[in-house]
T-cell receptor, first 113, second 114 residues
Framework: DVKVTQSSRYLVKRTGEKVFLECVQD?????MFWYRQDPGLGLRLIYF???????EKGDIPEGYSVSREKKERFSLILESASTNQTSMYLC????????????FGPGTRLTVT | AQSVTQLGSHVSVSEGALVLLRCNYS??????LFWYVQYPNQGLQLLLK??????LVKGINGFEAEFKKSETSFHLTKPSAHMSDAAEYFC????????????FGKGTMLLVSP
């Protein structure tokens, strides 16, 4: 079974803090994704990566950055957390090409106070 | 650009009744379509997908969906709802690039009453 794990299920941070969310997959997938999920808005893509050290902006990249130094690991970074970044963050991984499904981690619920 | 519209943010059914969750998509290329389910406090799990071939696709937990190109629809159905089906359901369409990006609908919460 594909396994996508996220470093924390719940996280509480203060405004202005630097926040790291980590995601690891064990299926040697080329593609990895970070989404945020908010009620009534569905899933919105923040960034994705199609190879080590390669990244592409998604629909809402502002206020976020990412890092992929190893194929299995994809990190989301909030340089200076703000209250409007309070959300559920979901990581996913997928094989290469259209038509491949994405496999999701359990999510990290981040609260910024 | 790709887009997905899910009609109804909430759908309520009685246990044993037919489940119908609606999904319409917009795509400038032949689409690949997906349905995912999310149980409370969990990530998303794939229910089924359509890529090519048979337009009626069967998935897990007794769900199925039919791709109708003329109607640009991919509605999800289940003949008889079970209490354990209560969850949020997301329809998604593949992106235009060679990457496996997806565009998701806003989701439909399925409520099942005894």
């Amino acid at each position: 079974d594909v396994k996508v794990t996220q470093s924390s299920r719940y996280l509480v941070k203060r405004t202005g803090e630097k926040v790291f969310l980590e995601c690891v997959q064990d299926m040697d997938h080329e593609n990895m994704f970070w989404y945020r999920q908010d009620p009534g808005l569905g899933l919105r893509l923040i960034y994705f990566s199609y190879d080590v050290k390669m990244k592409e902006k998604g629909d809402i990249p502002e206020g976020y950055s990412v890092s992929r130094e190893k194929k299995e690991r994809f990190s989301l970074i909030l340089e200076s957390a703000s209250t409007n970044q309070t959300s559920m963050y979901l990581c996913a991984s997928s094989g290469e090409g259209r038509g491949y499904e994405q496999y999701f981690g359990p999510g990290t619920r981040l609260t910024v106070t | 650009a790709q887009s997905v519209t899910q009609l109804g943010s909430h759908v309520s059914v009685s246990e044993g009744a037919l489940v119908l969750l609606r999904c319409n998509y917009s795509s400038s290329v032949p689409p690949y379509l997906f349905w995912y389910v999310q149980y409370p406090n969990q990530g998303l799990q794939l229910l089924l997908k359509y890529t090519t071939g048979a337009t009626l696709v069967k998935g897990i937990n007794g769900f199925e969906a039919e791709f109708k190109k003329s109607e640009t629809s991919f509605h999800l159905t289940k003949p008889s709802a079970h209490m354990s089906d209560a969850a949020e359901y997301f329809c998604a369409v593949s992106g235009l690039s060679g990457y496996s990006t997806l565009t998701f609908g806003k989701g439909t919460m399925l409520l099942v009453s005894p």
